[in-house]
């Protein structure tokens, strides 16, 4: 297991999560299936998502934070 900060798609398990904060207060889990369907490479690193993602309830893009929620 990697650190968040260098953290890869294909470093993700099953069982692992994605939490994405938006300053609005909106929040989503995403999982690693999730994040292959939107066409990210398995080679990605995890926290660079930021910029790219736009939040569905303000509009806004790059305001979010993302942390991981490693299986235990």
């Known amino acids: ?3 968040q ?3 890869r798609v294909e470093d993700l398990r099953p069982s692992d ?4 904060e938006c300053t ?3 929040t989503q889990l995403l999982t690693k299936s999730m994040l292959q369907r939107y066409g990210l490479e398995p ?3 995890i ?3 930021g910029s790219r993602m736009r939040c569905r309830q303000c509009e ?3 305001r979010v934070s ?3 929620k490693w299986e235990k």
């Open 1 to 3: 297991m990697r650190t």
């Open 5 to 7: 900060y260098d953290a």
């Open 17 to 20: 999560y994605v939490l994405v």
């Open 24 to 26: 609005c207060s909106h």
């Open 43 to 45: 080679q990605s690193r």
């Open 47 to 49: 926290m660079e998502l």
């Open 60 to 62: 806004a893009r790059g």
């Open 66 to 68: 993302i942390s991981i």
